[in-house]
């Protein structure tokens, strides 16, 4: 992108952040849904391939249920980006007020006893307002993003969440499995949660996703194999409170069974499918909440793309 194009996406991206704090809720989501109104009608190459893992997950619908579910994916995917946008403006009450979470007394008391925990997150919900309520109310974060393009959009995202939600990000690269590795051993209560539903590189691992072969990360369950850290899978979805309200409902499913016989690769594996197998579940019983609109099933890369596993076999 030229630099002069990268600035104007910077400076938008930062007028749009601002003004969005200060519509009122009901018109910044409004507002959001005809945008996403507009971008599903225009049936981009997003739209497309999250319509096409939308029907990988639930090959019962016909083409109508399937268009409807859809739009209403595109329309959650937007107001991941209104609840972000706006997060800055909330006090910690109305963070309060939005989350609803249950199943977290297993992590609670590990957290208690001084010891860290591991998170196995997909793309639903919203990871970034999840993330400020576990802030408030369980320990530290400590996670992973992806680098944006350009860079002064990516570290924009990283003052809000470092400086305002108090987390600490690593960007995704070499060398972050290592720092994520050294800070589990130092044995601080922190919690570590990773998004993990897509992983083409060849440190993917290929397993079952609600029926499907899919290659996902391996980070968290590799962490938990070589730390011992418990690691819970969560899922999340946006849930109605009221005619122009949205809330989200947090799940933290029990911590999965890490073997302690096999090899490396096959204990990782084995947590992994773990992981997947509680994802995969909440992604069929709500796919709308599943904002995938990325390539991750097996059966949709060509074969120089499968190529890591084949050659790995």
Do not use: K
């Not at 016909?62 to 739009?71: C, F, I, M, V, Y």
């Not at 995704?172 to 570590?192: I, K, N, S, W, Y």
């Not at 499918?273 to 904002?291: T, Y």
Request: charged letters at 25%.
């Amino acid at each position: 992108m030229p630099r002069l194009q990268e600035r104007a996406s910077v400076l938008a991206f930062r007028a749009g952040w601002r003004a969005l704090r200060l519509l009122p809720a009901p018109l910044a989501y409004a507002l959001f849904d005809a945008v996403a109104a507009v971008v599903t009608r225009r049936d981009g190459s997003s739209v497309q391939r999250l319509r096409s893992n939308y029907a990988r997950v639930r090959p019962d619908l016909g083409p109508a249920e399937l268009q409807e579910l859809t739009a209403d994916g595109v329309r959650r995917a937007f107001r991941y980006y209104v609840e972000a946008f706006r997060l800055p403006a909330l006090s910690g009450e109305q963070v309060d007020d939005l989350v609803h979470i249950t199943g977290t007394e297993p992590m609670l008391a590990e957290l208690e006893q001084g010891r860290p925990v591991l998170a196995f997150l997909g793309h639903t919900g919203n990871w970034d307002l999840a993330g400020a309520w576990c802030a408030r109310h369980l320990g530290h974060v400590v996670t992973v993003a992806e680098r944006l393009r350009p860079e002064e959009m990516f570290q924009a995202f990283l003052e809000f969440r470092e400086g305002e939600l108090g987390m600490t990000i690593h960007p995704a690269e070499r060398g972050t499995f290592g720092a994520l590795l050294a800070q589990l051993r130092t044995g601080d209560p922190v919690v570590m949660p990773l998004l993990s539903d897509r992983d083409l590189s060849a440190s993917g691992v290929e397993i079952d996703l609600a029926g499907e072969r899919a290659r996902v990360a391996a980070g968290p369950a590799a962490l938990a194999v070589e730390t011992g850290v418990p690691l819970f899978p969560v899922t999340m979805r946006h849930v109605r409170r009221g005619r122009h309200r949205w809330g989200l409902d947090i799940t933290v499913h029990p911590a999965v069974d890490v073997p302690a016989e096999g090899t490396r690769t096959q204990r990782v594996a084995a947590a992994t499918q773990a992981c997947a197998d509680a994802l995969g579940a909440a992604i069929r019983e709500h796919p709308q909440d599943w904002h995938m609109m990325q390539r991750v099933f097996v059966a949709d890369l060509s074969a120089r793309r499968r190529a890591p596993d084949e050659a790995a076999a």
